[in-house]
């Protein structure tokens, strides 16, 4: 069992930026897929950007140049930095650890608005 934890969401205007973080209970990002997903209201959840367990990366479109994904081991830590927000990036994003099961955390809102 895994627990998984997200943070770092909050209320900024466009164009602004936010690092949200996905803590693990134990240290496993090296050995499995961590992903961020998001889901706005009224809308399906939808995969933001993901990381394996090489370092490989991948994004939706909707926010590749804008979004990086990155894990620090040691922390037992990935995070989603987010720059350059538009108001359609407001929803609550989670994170997701895919080892045989799927573990998700509670989610974390975030919302750009001016």
């Known amino acids: 069992q895994v627990q998984v934890v997200e943070s770092g969401g909050g209320l900024v205007q466009p164009g602004g930026s936010l690092r949200l973080s996905c803590a693990a209970s134990?240290?496993?990002?090296?050995?499995?897929?961590t992903s961020w997903y998001r889901q706005a209201p009224g809308k399906q959840r939808e995969l933001v950007a993901a990381?394996?367990?090489?370092?490989?990366?991948n994004y939706a479109d909707s926010v590749k140049g804008r979004f990086t994904i990155s894990r620090d081991n040691a922390k037992n830590t990935v995070y989603l930095q987010m720059n350059s927000l538009k108001p359609e990036d407001t929803a609550v994003y989670y994170c997701?650890?895919?080892?045989?099961?799927?573990?998700w955390g509670q989610g974390t809102q975030v919302t750009v608005s001016s």
């Open positions: 134990r240290n496993i990002f090296r050995i499995y897929v």
């Open positions: 990381i394996a367990s090489g370092g490989s990366t």
């Open positions: 997701k650890i895919s080892m045989g099961s799927d573990y």
